[in-house]
């Protein structure tokens, strides 16, 4: 029995399962989460070690080598990348990027294995290894805790708050910027010390040993068992004041903490101050779990808010800010929106085309379809985003274009004297095998491109897994159900006013087609003339490696000079917002959140007492706001210009989509790392001398001025000392030592003792340091060791073992990009490797990524064309027509061009992948029209007869499945919803390209096709 039968003979069990797939469509729509984008899984580990009061040199010998000889060997390998800066050491290890999730679980715990073998200095801090996806990148949202009241109760409430969102489902994280560490700082009395000739290390070792509970087993008795407990651990505070550091020789005479030292219960004052609107705040940076729902986390988030809103202390308020969900549903709404123009506009023609009923039946395949594709993506885990959404787009003209095909020649052959049901089972038999094969070429596209490497593949990922599920399931729909509704829903013979009227232009098509054949020697090279000038434009386009949506909010990135306390940081960050904060509430800014010691981007964290970052939230366009957020920003930066103190400010919009690099970056690798800052100051210089270049900077960190102790051997050596002893000396003079934990409130808090900070720490300090010997007596740090200033690194970057340093740049063009590449590299070559002949430089940035994308889409599509040809072979069993089908490819990519240089559309990784998915679009009207040409040959018809026939009978099903799929996409090219700078190229090179494809396909294919077959003519 064959397909169109088994359709026709069974309405009953067709009606049942088109509404069953409805039923379980809607369900798994609503289950799917919402997000923006696709989640991006990176691949990559960060092992993060803290070292306090540590130099990034030290730290790389220490911490970050070890750590790399470890995991070198790892399996699935990609590179291995870190930064040792003061204090931190950061090693990031990248997999390959064809591995697993199961693959990465596996060699995550590879990773942390192989870290656990690592012999780490002591003075390290417990150590945290993480993975890395795009949601790292921005948080859901932000809640900030402010208000007038003490800090103590502020951090309570936060700390509330924090315990609150993370019972939230889905919830991956919550990171607190602001709150800073509980201590117990114990504060000895230095001049007290020396006289009674005690040390710090004496207090510590009082502290701990006091500080401890012994379990002493169990006694068992005749009645029952006791545990022995020697209870000695100190509950409070105030029993701190009692220990007792130093009993005299008769017992008479103690020394206890109190005597000599005060015992605070504070917070750490090194730790990041946050602001909101002026006021003391703590901000809490909510994330989800890959793939959750943002909507689901965000509305979790606001319940527990209101819950805590009415127990909150007078004073305190709680405000959302980035609230991702706003940037969710107008991303969604713009596509959505484009998506019901295009559908309408989808229907109309349908109705004017092939009438009421028909387009009835053909339309009723997209919610099926697209049922169909929800339940597969609930089943494969994807979420309901911008970039699923997207293909539905894509696809929405290209779902109802089988569903013509095989309506429209069931409705030629009803014409034709056949009963409606015997017109549903030969209008379906005929086209069968041309409809899978097109769905066939098209999916063949479509599907390669998921094996995109990189970044921005796996972003883009999801595109080509939707269209090929939704045009699989259209077949499926088009081939089952269509010829059961042509069957069974009345009446259809009547011809619509429309197709009346298209038999005149059929006519006069054929017409045209009978003249160019005729002339098809003169046509052709004009026609392929056409595409090679469209070709030669490629170098004259823009190009733009990934225009991604902006986040309504800018922000103030400021650094002082290296060295510089917080407190000072903190004075020029007021600075700055005493000239925003006025602007607050003026339709335009929404508020400004201030984070002093701590600075996020896309390369990561950062916390330095030198560093500070502003966020200006601004409203959105639907409440009021007029201008773009280029314009409010470049306002507040003239605004704050003549602000001093800082050593650079930097103003930057926050994107959304994936990382992409600058327009110019250029990467130095060597050991000697003197040669490498001056190899780059020489490479800046040069830059610096280009007039469309600016931000240009490398990643050099400039360390804090360093105070290198050096020990006179001899005379320490005589006196029991050595370079360890006197080093652990300094840094619990300086920094203070963690002597014990003590548990307040069900927390661990650190107790640390430490000199007080009456005295102000300098040089003259540090000399009169009275330095404990082996023996008790106490001596001055001046009569073993002398102190020599100089200069630390800030931080040292390494890639693969080699140490590593990068220039980048932004660019006003991106025209004189290629120019600026050749000249630095030839620059580098002629004189600076003469001078470093150990550096190696690679050239990267944008044009250099954008190059290596071009490379593996190319590698991508040549695949695709491959299966192409495969499919066709095995239709037409020819190897010359699957030729003449792919010719439509190259005339469909002048579309696109044209496309591109007329709308001074920039040519992006977008147009690159719409280019591709293009291809698997363009041939399908090619595949019926010759499929109809062969079976005209066979039934004897003359070569030219059969072309212009087959040519006229296939204009309306042609016109009409290119109408439909450019109707499908046309809103979003244009933007009548609402324009996106991400998808709207996409539509727009795809359109232009299908027009071109359609013209090939009526015009070229013909005539090329004449010219090859054609033996009585070429007589």
Do not use: C
């Not at 041309?434 to 990922?461: C, D, E, N, Q």
């Not at 004075?571 to 984070?595: A, H, M, Q, R, Y």
């Not at 950062?606 to 366009?621: A, F, G, K, Y």
């Not at 300098?762 to 200033?789: H, K, W």
């Amino acid at each position: 029995m064959s397909i169109g039968k088994f359709s026709v003979r069974n309405p009953v069990l067709i009606n049942i399962a088109i509404v069953t797939i409805l039923v379980l469509g809607f369900l798994s729509l609503n289950k799917l989460p919402r997000e923006q984008f696709s989640e991006v899984p990176f691949f990559w580990v960060n092992v993060i070690v803290p070292y306090p009061g540590v130099s990034a040199e030290d730290i790389e010998k220490s911490v970050t080598i070890p750590v790399e000889n470890e995991l070198k060997s790892i399996d699935k390998l990609k590179t291995i990348q870190s930064v040792s800066s003061e204090g931190l050491s950061v090693v990031r290890v990248e997999f390959d990027d064809g591995i697993s999730n199961s693959d990465f679980e596996s060699l995550f715990q590879d990773v942390r294995t192989r870290f656990s073998k690592v012999l780490l200095p002591d003075g390290t801090l417990p150590a945290l290894i993480d993975d890395f996806s795009s949601s790292d990148f921005l948080p859901v949202i932000e809640v900030i805790i402010s208000g007038d009241s003490s800090y103590d109760v502020l951090a309570n409430e936060a700390t509330l708050l924090e315990n609150r969102i993370k019972s939230v489902p889905e919830v991956s994280g919550v990171d607190i910027i602001g709150l800073r560490e509980k201590q117990v700082v114990i504060e000895a009395n230095r001049l007290k010390l020396n006289s009674l000739g005690i040390s710090i290390n004496e207090i510590v070792r009082a502290v701990s040993l006091q500080n401890v509970n012994v379990p002493g087993g169990t006694l068992e008795t005749e009645s029952r068992d006791y545990l022995l407990r020697t209870v000695g651990e100190l509950d409070n505070i105030e029993n701190f004041n009692r220990v007792i550091v130093r009993r005299g020789e008769s017992n008479s005479s103690v020394v206890k903490v109190s005597d000599i030292a005060t015992v605070l219960d504070t917070y750490d004052p090194k730790g990041i101050i946050s602001r909101f609107n002026g006021e003391t705040s703590i901000a809490l940076r909510v994330s989800k779990i890959p793939r959750g729902n943002s909507v689901g986390v965000i509305e979790g988030v606001k319940k527990e808010i209101e819950d805590l809103e009415k127990k909150l202390p007078v004073g305190l308020k709680i405000t959302l800010s980035g609230d991702s969900t706003i940037q969710i549903k107008d991303s969604i709404n713009v596509l959505l929106n484009n998506a019901i123009f295009g559908l309408i506009l989808l229907v109309i023609i349908l109705l004017f085309f092939v009438g009421f009923r028909n387009a009835m039946i053909t339309a009723l395949g997209i919610p099926v379809t697209f049922a169909i594709t929800f339940v597969v993506l609930e089943y494969f885990g994807e979420t309901f985003n911008t970039n699923t959404l997207f293909g539905m787009v894509l696809v929405l003209g290209l779902i109802v274009d089988h569903a013509i095909v095989i309506t429209e020649n069931s409705f030629r052959l009803q014409h034709g004297g056949l009963s409606r049901k015997e017109a549903a089972i030969q209008g379906v038999n005929q086209v069968v095998i041309p409809v899978i094969a097109a769905t066939g070429t098209t999916v063949a596209a479509f599907l390669p491109l998921m094996i995109l490497p990189g970044t921005i593949g796996k972003f883009l990922r999801v595109i080509p897994f939707t269209v090929s599920i939704a045009l699989i399931a259209s077949t499926f729909e088009a081939i089952v159900f269509i010829p059961s509704h042509y069957a069974d829903w009345p009446h259809g013979k009547k011809e619509s006013v429309v197709f009346q009227r298209f038999t005149r232009f059929q006519n006069g098509f054929k017409s045209l087609i009978k003249s160019v054949y005729s002339k098809k020697k003169i046509v052709l090279p004009m026609l392929f003339l056409v595409v090679v000038a469209a070709f030669s434009l490629v170098p004259l386009l823009n190009q733009d490696l990934f225009s991604a949506e902006d986040f309504t909010l800018f922000y103030i990135d400021i650094e002082m000079s290296p060295g510089t306390p917080i407190s000072k940081t903190n004075d020029i960050t007021k600075e700055f917002e005493k000239k925003i904060l006025p602007l607050v509430g003026n339709g335009e800014i929404v508020s400004v959140i201030s984070s002093v010691g701590f600075s996020s981007g896309s390369s990561g964290n950062t916390s330095r007492s030198n560093v500070s970052q502003i966020v200006v939230d601004l409203s959105e366009r639907t409440q009021g706001r007029t201008r773009s957020i280029t314009d409010i920003m470049n306002e507040v930066q003239w605004e704050t210009i003549n602000i001093p103190g800082a050593e650079n400010v930097k103003f930057s919009k926050a994107t959304n989509g994936p990382p992409t690099s600058k327009p110019i970056s250029f990467r130095l690798f060597g050991e000697n790392y003197d040669n490498l800052i001056s190899a780059s100051n020489s490479i800046i210089g040069r830059l610096s001398n280009y007039s469309d270049l600016y931000n240009i900077e490398n990643n050099l960190e400039k360390g804090s001025p360093e105070l290198r102790v050096k020990l006179n051997e001899d005379r320490a050596s005589a006196l029991g000392l050595d370079v360890l002893t006197l080093g652990s000396f300094l840094r619990d003079s300086v920094e203070g030592r963690t002597a014990t934990t003590f548990f307040k409130d069900n927390k661990e808090v650190e107790v640390i003792v430490r000199y007080n900070n009456d005295e102000e720490l300098s040089l003259t300090y540090i000399d009169e340091l009275m330095i404990p010997l082996p023996d008790g007596r106490l001596i001055p740090f001046s009569s073993v060791a002398n102190i020599v200033q100089g200069n630390a690194l800030g931080g040292i970057k390494r890639v693969d073992g080699k140490r590593e340093v990068t220039i980048e740049s932004e660019a006003y063009s991106n025209d004189s990009v290629k120019d600026i590449n050749r000249d630095i590299k030839s620059y580098f070559q002629e004189e600076l490797q003469n001078r470093y002949p150990e550096i190696e430089l690679v050239v990267g940035g944008e044009f250099a990524d954008l190059g290596n994308l071009l490379f593996q889409i190319l590698r991508v599509f040549l695949i695709g064309l491959f299966l192409i040809y495969l499919i066709l072979g095995a239709q037409f069993k020819s190897y010359i027509q699957p030729f003449l089908i792919i010719l439509t490819i190259p005339f469909a990519f002048a579309g696109v061009i044209l496309y591109l240089f007329i709308s001074k559309t920039p040519f992006s990784t977008t147009v690159l992948y719409s280019g591709v998915a293009l291809a698997g679009i363009a041939v399908n009207d090619s595949i019926v029209l010759l499929s109809f040409i062969n079976e005209l040959r066979e039934k004897g018809y003359s070569v030219r007869d059969a072309i212009i026939e087959s040519a006229e009978t296939r204009l309306r099903p042609i016109l009409l499945t290119s109408l439909t799929t450019i109707a499908g996409l046309l809103p979003t090219a244009i933007g009548i919803g609402g324009k996106s700078v991400v998808w709207s190229p996409m539509a727009g090179s795809i359109i232009f390209g299908l027009i071109f494809s359609t013209l090939t396909a009526l015009i070229v294919i013909p005539l090329v096709y004449g010219a090859l077959f054609d033996k009585e003519g070429k007589k």
